[in-house]
């Protein structure tokens, strides 16, 4: 599994594009796996291909090879091809065009339905489902799952963007799928053939002296240093995209400047206590 696949050329550049170093080190170890995942990007421009239902089905099946809580596989997913419902939600997700564009959109779940249905159906007591906890556990579950996903869908020739906007107006986005209670869609994922005429970069990430902490967690010069070098690098990155040369900083700090900057999801608690979240 770990035997070099590409060679020591390829593993340099593909760190090199992700930290955008130009002194990224070589691996001692390398494959086609890890090539994959490095070259990740999100993709919003799309072919009209659409995406067979074997390939659908193939891509659940990866999905639900990711770890889960315990086992108990509290997430379900939505498949959504219908144009009507993709322009619906598309509205409810501040009308993001590449949800209209994609063959595929797909609704990940944080689902505690299914169990709760369960011990109805068995007569026993599921009354844990009501603490936060289990919500968390959902969440954790839907996005393990939703990853797994995107490795194989990317291994198969496909692109996607995670779309987080289909939580500001969760209780529409329930009534639309017709979600029971303790049902949250959690993020969607739009999927669909990359078109070639719009190509998209590897998006430079933290450098790993940011995120990276041994034994204990550490927040210092190197890490202000570190931050201070990645949003040098995102300008370079914004301006070879065509973007507004904002840096990472300024970027990051106004999306949590304030509940006005979360676009509706300020309200996120009460959402789900109106979709049957306790939340105890």
Avoid: C
């Amino acid at each position: 599994m770990n035997k070099p696949v590409f060679g020591a050329d390829s593993a340099a550049a593909a760190i090199r594009e992700r930290y955008r170093r130009e002194d990224s080190p070589i691996p001692a170890q390398w494959n086609e796996t890890l090539d994959l995942i490095l070259s990740h990007r999100s993709v919003r421009n799309y072919t009209s291909e659409k995406i067979p239902a074997d390939a659908l089905e193939t891509i659940v099946a990866a999905a639900q090879s990711a770890s889960t809580s315990s086992n108990l596989q509290v997430w379900s997913v939505v498949a959504v091809e219908d144009e009507a419902r993709k322009n619906r939600l598309a509205d409810l997700a501040g009308g993001q065009q590449h949800i209209r564009d994609a063959p595929l959109f797909l609704v990940w779940l944080a689902d505690l339905a299914r169990l709760e249905n369960i011990g109805k159906d068995q007569g026993r007591d599921a009354a844990g489902l009501a603490f936060f906890e289990m919500f968390l556990t959902g969440a954790v579950d839907a996005a393990l799952a939703a990853q797994n996903a995107v490795v194989a869908l990317e291994s198969l020739g496909y692109g996607s963007v995670y779309i987080g906007a289909i939580r500001n107006k969760p209780e529409e986005v329930a009534k639309e799928l017709a979600l029971p209670p303790n049902v949250f869609a959690v993020f969607g994922m739009a999927i669909g053939r990359p078109d070639p005429d719009v190509p998209t970069g590897v998006k430079p990430r933290l450098g790993q002296a940011a995120v990276l902490h041994r034994e204990q967690y550490a927040w210092g010069d190197a890490q202000r240093d570190a931050i201070q070098v990645y949003d040098e690098k995102y300008k370079t990155f914004q301006k070879d995209q065509n973007l507004p040369e904002q840096g990472w900083i300024r970027q990051a700090l106004s999306r949590v400047r304030g509940p006005e900057s979360l676009s509706g999801r300020d309200r996120l608690k009460e959402a789900l206590k109106a979709l049957g979240f306790a939340l105890k």
